[in-house]
């Protein structure tokens, strides 16, 4: 008896890539696998397809799998296989998984001016099937040095599950049109005091030409190093424009966490969906609001042209 016993069976991983809304959303996924199995009739092994039917819930883990006990290879000296789907996300165009949280890939740019502009609204996008629009107070309107800021959002309840966040950003730039002029004046500038050797020698020059030939002024040029002191000559100096460059490089940085206002209301749309507002805590240092359209259907390959058509009809 004990001769005839066979060895313990394997498990066997498979790894499974699948886009990331399957984690979201959850869906169905059908898996084909080759596997052999004994010829009962004539003998040996033979190759045969095999069908894997999978539910994959909503707000998977990372690397979820699901177990098929004794449903994969057959062996003469051993158990049937035990094959284990091991489902992983394929890498998204916008957003990226970090554990329980979506973080945007990349910075929405809003463009420049946002010094003098008390309020803001934008729009961003997630995986496929969500949308959101983000409003509110500017956080860096009347903001002192800097040319540029980063304002940096976390919508709690909108990453992989409820417990996650979506991480957005958007950057903004803070200088206006005179601002500006202002820095490639400043530039030139600080070019001009670097070529004021090799303009003196040209200088001198011009000034003996001048006087030899009685066209200089009346009372003669004034000596170099004898003129009067601009009012401008200290905030020209180099140690200013330096410091001056220091303060334009800083860039701000402000970050917010919004949370869920109210139920998420639904709409009898076709294909369905839901809007859920959200905002910072009440009483807060910054207002601001956003709302994020999802339509699960809209999320699936097939569902991209219904996806475009549901945000031209409900997106501003």
């Not at 006990?69 to 970090?98: I, L, P």
């Not at 139920?263 to 076709?270: F, I, N, P, S, V």
Request: charged share 30%.
């Amino acid at each position: 008896a004990k001769e005839n016993q066979k060895l313990p069976a394997q498990v066997v991983p498979v790894r499974v890539p699948v886009r990331l809304e399957k984690f979201v959303f959850g869906g169905h996924k059908k898996i084909l696998r080759e596997r052999r199995v004994k010829d009962r009739m004539y003998g040996g092994f033979v190759e045969d397809t095999r069908t894997f039917r999978i539910d994959v819930p909503a707000g998977a883990e990372d690397m979820w799998s699901a177990e098929f006990r004794r449903q994969g290879d057959q062996h003469e000296h051993r158990d049937t296989d035990t094959v284990k789907f091991v489902f992983e996300a394929k890498s998204h165009a916008a957003v990226e998984r970090s554990g329980s949280d979506l973080r945007s890939r990349f910075s929405v740019s809003l463009g420049e001016g946002f010094r003098r502009r008390p309020f803001l609204s934008t729009e961003a996008s997630s995986v496929s099937g969500r949308h959101v629009l983000v409003w509110g107070r500017n956080p860096f309107c009347q903001a002192v040095g800097g040319a540029s800021a980063e304002l940096r959002l976390r919508l709690h309840g909108e990453g992989v599950d409820r417990k996650g966040a979506l991480c957005l950003r958007f950057r903004m730039g803070l200088r206006g049109e005179g601002e500006a002029e202002q820095d490639r004046a400043a530039a030139s500038a600080g070019g001009s005091s670097s070529s004021a050797s090799v303009g003196g020698t040209r200088d001198a020059a011009a000034r003996a030409f001048l006087t030899r030939f009685g066209l200089g002024p009346p009372h003669g040029f004034v000596a170099a190093g004898a003129s009067e002191a601009s009012p401008r000559a200290a905030s020209e100096a180099p140690p200013m424009l330096r410091r001056r460059e220091r303060r334009r490089a800083q860039e701000h940085i402000c970050e917010l966490d919004l949370f869920p206002a109210s139920e998420a209301l639904g709409l009898a749309t076709k294909p369905h969906c839901s809007l859920q507002l959200y905002s910072t805590k009440v009483p807060g240092p910054v207002p601001m609001f956003a709302l994020c359209l999802t339509s699960p259907p809209c999320a699936r390959k097939s569902g991209a042209g219904d996806w475009d058509r549901l945000k031209a009809r409900l997106v501003p």
